[in-house]
């Protein structure tokens, strides 16, 4: 990533909504700011609960040209007319996302905050690579993705990069010369007016 490009943003859905609220929420903000992709990431396993959330969203980044990604399932990928699918297992699954979607599709993997898997995700044909947590959050062990990860990778590295989790204005600006995405979720979604809250942190990116 050269240094003096200010990283896009990569917006991540709450793991539950209600579709009577959330897209139009998701449709003001995309209207607001240039939003690189979204990735539906419901906790849900449930089909027809991720096939309906799917086809909402899938309306609003249509019309507005932006990628939209599910989490995990790649088998729904081609069925609901998404994008790609992001991989929440490292490296182990991209070969097989990448055989099953073909070239064309989107492929990124989560690799937590490990060089190696993702290297190994890189090499096997993933789009993007996302490492996180960045800061504190309620969801994981403690474990943080470091600073010198994505200076290194930033450096060594040309496949593109998401920082992800615990994201604050303070990170954000620490970080945006490292990483070529922010993936911003809860961050969002839990405030009052996203809207702002995204101008807010956008600022600090550049």
């Known amino acids: ?106 492929v990124g993997s989560f690799c937590s905050g490990s060089r190696h898997d993702g290297m190994a995700a890189g090499e096997a044909g993933a789009d993007y690579i996302s490492f996180g947590p960045i800061g504190d959050t309620s969801l994981d062990d403690g474990t943080q993705a470091e600073f010198d990860l994505f200076d290194w990778w930033s450096q060594v590295i040309e496949v593109p990069v998401v920082a992800e989790g615990g994201l604050d204005a303070e990170l954000i600006a620490k970080f945006a010369p490292v990483t070529d995405f922010f993936g911003l979720g809860n961050e969002l979604w839990s405030t009052d007016d996203p809207v702002a809250t995204l101008a807010r942190l956008h600022a600090v990116m550049s």
């Open 1 to 106: 990533m050269a240094q003096d490009e200010t990283p896009q943003i990569y917006l991540i859905t709450p793991p539950d909504f209600e579709l009577s609220r959330f897209p139009s929420q998701l449709a003001s903000v995309l209207d607001t700011h240039e939003i690189a992709c979204v990735r539906l990431a419901l906790a849900s396993h449930d089909e027809d609960t991720l096939c309906r959330a799917a086809d909402a969203l899938r309306e609003v980044t249509m019309a507005r040209d932006v990628a939209l990604v599910i989490e995990r399932h790649i088998l729904l990928v081609e069925r609901l007319g998404l994008d790609g699918v992001h991989l929440t297992d490292g490296s182990r699954s991209v070969a097989k996302a990448r055989k099953a979607l073909g070239q064309d599709a989107i």
